[in-house]
């Protein structure tokens, strides 16, 4: 009787790993199936040209130019491309919600209308109103009504580099 407990816990033990090699090696191509096959420059998967990407980025940014001025206090500027921008002593650089902005050179620090402030990419942290803003450091506005300003004990202006809109008060 105990021979025939064995003899079938090994004969159950052979079908069950056959069964498992079985059906793993035809897996595989089951797998296989569902992958994408094309090859690259085929007419599946074709390749464009830097004309063609061009125009498709100009279809959908509307046909602009890359080229923005500064008429006066207020920029319309595009988003993408940086102006540099002198700011006086004194004068407030009011950014638009999503404009970024890079202080090059000066001593500036951050304005914020409310207890939230700017976020300093760069550093990973916030900026709130009156903190020192490091020189290099990528700025980035997510609400309206927030800027920079220069350090009230530096007396010369600041140099920065601006993405988006803004306002100079």
């Given at each position: 009787?105990?021979?025939?407990?064995?003899?079938?816990?090994?004969?159950a033990a052979v079908v069950?790993?056959?069964?498992?090699?079985?059906?793993?090696?035809?897996?595989?191509?089951i797998i296989e199936a569902d992958t994408n096959s094309a090859t690259p420059g085929s007419a599946d998967d074709p390749v464009v040209t830097k004309s063609y990407v061009d125009e498709q980025i100009a279809k959908l940014s509307g046909g602009t130019s890359n080229g923005s001025s500064?008429?006066?206090?207020?920029?319309?500027?595009?988003?993408?491309?940086?102006?540099?921008?002198?700011?006086?002593?004194?004068k407030l650089l009011i950014a638009a919600d999503g404009s970024q902005v890079i202080v090059r050179a000066g001593k500036a620090?951050?304005?914020?209308?409310?207890?939230?402030?700017?976020?300093?990419v760069t550093a990973g942290q916030d900026l709130t109103?009156?903190?020192?803003?490091?020189?290099?450091?990528?700025?980035?506005?997510?609400?309206?009504?927030?800027?920079?300003?220069?350090?009230?004990?530096?007396?010369?202006?600041?140099?920065?580099?601006?993405?988006?809109?803004?306002?100079?008060?």
């Amino acid at each position: 009787m105990e021979v025939n407990k064995q003899a079938f816990r090994i004969g159950a033990a052979v079908v069950l790993l056959g069964a498992g090699i079985w059906i793993g090696t035809g897996w595989n191509s089951i797998i296989e199936a569902d992958t994408n096959s094309a090859t690259p420059g085929s007419a599946d998967d074709p390749v464009v040209t830097k004309s063609y990407v061009d125009e498709q980025i100009a279809k959908l940014s509307g046909g602009t130019s890359n080229g923005s001025s500064n008429s006066g206090s207020n920029n319309e500027g595009q988003s993408g491309t940086l102006e540099v921008v002198t700011l006086p002593s004194g004068k407030l650089l009011i950014a638009a919600d999503g404009s970024q902005v890079i202080v090059r050179a000066g001593k500036a620090v951050a304005y914020s209308a409310d207890a939230n402030g700017l976020a300093d990419v760069t550093a990973g942290q916030d900026l709130t109103n009156g903190q020192v803003v490091p020189n290099n450091h990528l700025l980035w506005f997510p609400r309206p009504g927030r800027g920079i300003t220069t350090d009230p004990s530096y007396t010369g202006s600041l140099t920065v580099m601006v993405s988006g809109s803004y306002t100079i008060k």
